[in-house]
């Protein structure tokens, strides 16, 4: 906390605004060269709030968001922590530092693009904490099942079991919490799935990834590992092949 009219005003400004950290539990980055200079750019335009700056990289096949607040924001730094990925899908993790009338600091940044064609596109944005942390940690696992090439064809999507659209899920057997429950895709080449849980503009996403020749079994997510935000949420689930091709399950709401 800072205080302006402080004599160590400027001193703790340049503190909080210093070159941006990145967690030291990353492991190796293994990003595509032609995505290293775009990343931070991307990274910028969503902590600013800047939606002509995002929608040059947009994916037609993301969410609709809306920012949680109008107040200005201004990127002082980005630093890339590192991504993974092979030349069709990538996750990426970055620090930004910010300012903004009340506040300044740094935040960690989550992107995730695909490059369908000819150019990378913005699938998916987070400063959701388990998107930055957990999600960012499995992300070399999931792409150590990545490979070049191209799919044969999309795989089938995941169908969504419960809840029904608009609903919350219910707890069942004296449970604390109910869960939001998917059948996986049936075709043989996915390798992951991601279950994408999306707020305002922030997005708290979840990996899954079944073994070779086992069971196929239903997909959940407890709803104990979301938050309250008393807004609207929408989810969904991707099915990721082996070339990193995405098919996705049909989208529903729910109050939390």
Do not use: H
Request: charged share 20%; proline share 9%; hydrophobic share 40%.
């Amino acid at each position: 906390m800072g205080v302006r009219r402080s004599s160590n005003d400027a001193a703790a400004k340049a503190l909080a605004l210093r070159s941006p950290s990145c967690p030291a539990t990353l492991p190796a980055s293994q990003l595509p060269a032609d995505l290293a200079s775009i990343a931070p750019a991307v990274a910028r335009a969503y902590v600013q709030n800047d939606p002509n700056g995002l929608a040059t990289y947009f994916d037609p096949d993301r969410l609709p968001t809306a920012p949680r607040s109008a107040e200005s924001t201004e990127t002082e730094d980005v630093r890339l922590c590192g991504g993974w990925g092979n030349d069709r899908l990538s996750i990426v993790r970055l620090t930004a530092s910010y300012t903004t009338s009340n506040s300044l600091g740094e935040v960690p940044v989550l992107l995730v693009l695909r490059k369908p064609s000819s150019r990378w596109q913005l699938l998916s944005a987070a400063r959701d904490p388990v998107s930055t942390t957990a999600f960012a940690l499995s992300a070399p696992l999931l792409a150590a099942k990545l490979s070049s090439g191209r799919s044969a064809a999309l795989p089938l999507s995941a169908r969504l079991i419960a809840p029904a659209d608009g609903e919350y899920p219910k707890p069942r057997n004296n449970e604390r919490f109910g869960d939001f429950v998917w059948e996986p895709s049936s075709s043989d080449d996915v390798v992951a799935e991601v279950a994408e849980f999306s707020y305002f503009d922030d997005a708290r996403l979840f990996a899954t990834m079944p073994s070779p020749g086992g069971p196929q079994l239903s997909g959940r997510v407890s709803a104990g590992s979301l938050w309250s935000t008393r807004s609207r949420w929408t989810w969904r689930v991707w099915s990721i092949t082996r070339a990193g091709d995405v098919a996705f399950s049909d989208a529903r709401t729910f109050p939390n």
